[in-house]
C-alpha cells in the first residue's frame, strides 16, 4: 500500500483571476486515479477519476469535443 501524498498543481493557462481547478497526476501510476480540486479551496472536496476516464477527458478536451460557451 502506498502512503504518497497528491501534488497538486493547475495549468500554465490557469491565469485568469482563480476560477481554476487543479489535478494531482503524480497519483496515476501509484493508484490509477486523477484527484481534482477547485483551486479557491483547497482544503474542500476533490472529484477523483480513474486513469481511463481521465485520458478519455484529456483526449475529448484536445479534440474539441467541449466548445466553450
Not at 500554465?12 to 479551496?41: F, H, M, Q, T
Request: hydrophobic share 40%; charged share 20%; aromatic share 10%.
Amino acid at each position: 500500500m502506498t502512503t504518497e501524498s497528491p501534488r497538486w498543481f493547475k495549468s500554465s493557462y490557469s491565469d485568469n483571476g482563480g476560477d481554476c481547478i487543479e489535478i494531482a497526476a503524480n497519483l496515476l501510476a501509484s493508484r490509477g486515479v486523477v484527484p481534482v480540486r477547485d483551486s479557491k479551496d483547497p482544503n474542500g472536496p476533490s472529484l477523483v477519476f480513474d486513469g481511463a476516464a481521465w485520458s478519455a477527458f484529456v483526449a475529448g478536451v484536445k479534440a474539441g469535443d467541449f466548445p466553450s460557451a
